[in-house]
């Protein structure tokens, strides 16, 4: 039910007195309500629930969690690769 | 697609794990909070991955599963009535009523009608003046925005023929309730993603606090459910118990402040039956009285309503983490997502559905709990 699925702007307009925008899904296009997220602008990304825009989503974090993410991984491997070749 | 395609990532995925394997000495026991982890947890098999000393209960999270008996026979009741148009969720439809659903209604001559967004319904009432539209505005806070603005919509257009029946619920006093319970096992929480989107989660700290629960903000794809799953092993191996966020490419610890001024503008909180739990006192949202003339259980009213559960249905226990699908003697056997019993079964999310659909059997299970 709390699905919220991530799309870029591509589109923003004034409907019904509402900000509206459409938004697109990796091919798809979709209209969603962006009265939630007034400082967003045509390229920027955001999560879409039930044709509303709940929030901008960071490009910064979220590649600072992959960067981070992606380290653990990598430690890990290098850490199993010792402990394999101990043996 | 971005934000979707990395984050469900084979490499990372088995990284995260080991790391999780390396840092778990002892048994814990981790509630997701959302249906939608529940999900995304049995669709990729995750709990089959993690090391068995991870057990993951499922949670509440799932409106779909914890909007009560009562208020759906009302919904059935409004929808049955000549002139209304019954508009909801698509998940909704199917949710068995004391001895119907929505879907019968419609086989019936109910024009009840599937909506992909509140809006939709508002869109559906401006072009029917002559009758009757009705929102079925179930939810959790991620939902809250959309519906409210709703209701906005249609009192600035004007609009007389809409209301909304509203079942909202809030995630903090569930986890209250459940931590307050004597016979609760959860010991740390994955706290569900998109609710933090809307709301933040400032009101998770002294919950950790007051329980000694590690909470975790936790996203729905594998790496982020595992991120957060590792983030509350950490602090759970540590002795430490914070509300820290494992999803900040979408949560900020504010949320989203013009979301939270509309909630506060159109609902007030109240308190809330839970299907299968029961009251949990300030758990709800219903309309403020400045918005009473868009209230359909005002608008409509329906009395004579005699909710009946099913006798067998142990969604309510499963609902608080206090049990598993399998341990359903119904489940799978008189239950199922073509005749459920009760809500989780029907809910994609919920966890009954969940475990029919991508659970390879209880002996399977079984070795995972154990």
């Known amino acids: 039910m709390c699905l919220g699925v991530p799309g870029k702007i591509v589109e923003i307009y004034q409907a019904n007195d509402l900000r509206m925008g459409k938004i697109d899904f990796g091919g798809v296009t979709r209209e969603a309500c962006l009265e939630y997220i007034p400082e967003a602008k045509v390229g920027d990304y955001t999560l879409i629930h039930v044709g509303f825009a709940l929030n901008l989503i960071s490009e910064e974090d979220a590649q600072e969690t992959l960067a981070l993410l992606t380290q653990i991984a990598e430690m890990g491997e290098a850490g199993l690769g010792q402990i394999g070749g101990a043996e | ?370």
């Not at chain 2, 957060?228 to 900040?248: C, F, H, P, S």
């Open chain 2, 1 to 370: 697609m971005k934000y979707t395609a990395e984050y469900r990532d084979p490499g990372l995925v088995h990284g995260v794990i080991e790391e999780i394997r390396r840092t778990v000495t002892q048994p814990w026991v981790i509630m997701e909070i959302c249906g939608g982890q529940t999900h995304a947890i049995m669709r990729y098999g995750l709990d089959q991955l993690l090391p068995p000393e991870i057990e993951l209960v499922h949670g509440p999270g799932c409106p779909v599963c914890v909007t009560s008996l009562e208020l759906v026979d009302k919904a059935l009741a409004i929808a049955s009535q000549p002139g209304v148009i019954f508009t909801s969720y698509g998940d909704m439809l199917r949710v068995p009523g004391s001895s119907r659903d929505l879907f019968s209604v419609r086989a019936a001559g109910g024009d009840v009608r599937v909506v992909y967004s509140p809006l939709d319904a508002v869109k559906i009432a401006q072009e029917n003046p002559d009758r009757q539209v009705v929102f079925f505005a179930i939810g959790f806070e991620t939902t809250a925005p959309a519906n409210c603005m709703s209701v906005l919509q249609a009192k600035a257009m004007g609009l007389t023929n809409f209301t909304v029946l509203v079942s909202h619920v809030r995630v903090p006093p569930a986890m209250h309730a459940i931590l307050s319970s004597p016979r609760n096992r959860v010991q740390s929480f994955l706290a569900a993603g998109h609710v933090c989107t809307v709301m933040g989660y400032w009101e998770y700290p002294p919950i950790a606090k007051q329980y000694h629960v590690p909470i975790v903000v936790t996203g729905f794809e594998p790496v982020d459910i595992l991120e957060g799953i590792l983030m509350d092993v950490r602090q759970l191996e540590k002795g430490q118990y914070e509300a820290q966020n494992g999803y900040a490419r979408v949560v900020t610890f504010d949320g989203n402040h013009p979301a939270q001024n509309i909630i506060q503008k159109v609902f007030v909180e109240c308190d809330r039956k839970w299907r299968g739990i029961g009251v949990i006192p300030g758990s709800g949202w219903c309309l403020r009285p400045e918005y009473a003339d868009f209230d359909a259980e005002i608008r409509f009213s329906v009395s004579d309503i005699h909710p009946e559960e099913s006798p067998l249905c142990i969604a309510g226990q499963i609902l608080q983490g206090l049990k598993k699908p399998f341990d359903c003697p119904a489940f799978a056997k008189i239950c199922t997502p073509e005749n459920p019993l009760g809500a989780t079964m029907v809910s994609s999310e919920g966890a009954c559905a969940a475990y029919y659909r991508y659970a390879r059997s209880p002996v399977d299970a079984a070795s995972v709990e154990a």
